[in-house]
């Protein structure tokens, strides 16, 4: 076969999963406009026409129909029938947790990403990589978690979308780790305690302290009271790259080592150790990437992390160097029912 032959052969199209890929931004969008639009909370528990819906919103009914359509085929909304405008939706289950107030946190999440913030970010990746600038550096003038300092109401919006994101991993982390051993644990840059309170949940025996900056564990320490866990569980301010509360059987870097350069997480490793007995274990909660090109969920948070900051996920080897620059070692990795691991590390 000739080389013009060979060329003749190839599609003259995009493949399927490239669309796919692209067209996703599209519907990832569409989502976050329904949310945004008011359309989830007007559906309600009733079904709508999306002629009735845009009467009610004050939007163009055309438009809000292609909308309505994308999200129905995404299984957020289900269509009841009916021809162009009058056609007539219901929301499904999974469209539900969309919601305000919904337990899932989904919404929050939704508009988090789907943000200004985060889509002025995702605009500079491109700079990102020739640079080395975050998005936020490059469009915000100062890093990630300095904009959520200076803006209450994201930072609130963000501890909520770390229970939709991660959620669903504090009970496995709790199910698959056996902490018999331990009286006490220190959660590490803990946000507002959900994996504190998994823990003490499925361990009786155990108390807990959620250690992080101030301003977080004030909000923290209110969630610790809503879940009725004040009494066994405290708070305390502090940088985890000054110092952490010492003493404890346990210790635990939940989500924490994902957010910072390699130097950035031996400091934080050797702070850690600084404040453990000899018998005392670390417990570093985080995706560990599998080798290769395997699909893992923590490959696409790694790309979060490429955006919003100068951290990043990391595989078995990678984790064990960092351990080992900061005189610490791996005694073993337990795998949950989630995609997360439980990084069991003791003194070197």
């Known amino acids: 076969m000739t080389a013009t032959a060979d060329r003749q052969a190839v599609p003259a199209h995009a493949p399927r999963p490239v669309l796919s890929m692209i067209h996703s931004a599209f519907l990832a969008r569409t989502v976050s406009t329904v949310v945004e639009l008011g359309v989830v909370e007007e559906l309600g528990d009733r079904p709508r026409s999306c002629a009735d819906l845009a009467r009610t919103l004050g939007a163009q009914a055309g438009p809000l129909h292609q909308l309505l359509r994308g999200t129905a085929s995404a299984g957020l909304l289900r269509s009841l029938g009916g021809i162009g405008v009058d056609e007539v939706f219901r929301l499904t289950d999974m469209g539900a947790t969309l919601r305000e107030g919904h337990p899932s946190a989904a919404r929050d999440m939704v508009l988090m990403l789907q943000g200004h913030d985060v889509l002025e970010c995702l605009q500079a990746l491109p700079e990102r990589v020739r640079q080395g600038r975050t998005g936020p550096e490059v469009t915000l003038g100062r890093t990630w978690f300095e904009h959520m300092r200076a803006e209450p109401e994201l930072a609130a919006r963000f501890d909520r979308m770390m229970v939709a994101i991660h959620g669903g991993e504090y009970g496995a982390v709790a199910e698959a ?25 499925v361990n009786d025996h155990l108390t807990g302290t959620v250690f992080d900056l101030p301003d977080v564990v004030e909000r923290a320490r209110r969630n610790i009271l809503r879940a009725g866990y004040s009494h066994r569980c405290g708070v305390t301010g502090g940088s985890f790259f000054d110092r952490v509360p010492s003493g404890a059987d346990a210790y635990v870097l939940s989500y924490v080592l994902h957010d910072w350069t390699d130097s950035d997480c031996v400091r934080i490793l050797r702070t850690v150790a600084e404040g453990m007995t000899p018998n005392a274990r670390l417990l570093v ?64």
């Open 177 to 201: 780790y056996a902490m018999h051993w331990a009286r006490n644990v220190v959660d590490v840059g803990g946000g507002i305690g959900g994996l504190t309170l998994a823990l003490l949940e």
């Open 285 to 348: 909660v985080e995706n560990v990437l599998p080798a290769g090109d395997q699909p893992h969920p923590g490959r696409t948070l790694d790309l979060l992390m490429a955006t919003l900051t100068h951290g990043r996920e990391r595989t078995a080897e990678e984790f064990a160097q960092l351990v080992e620059a900061a005189g610490l070692r791996i005694r073993r990795i337990v795998p949950t029912a989630s995609p997360v691991s439980v990084i069991e590390v003791g003194l070197g």
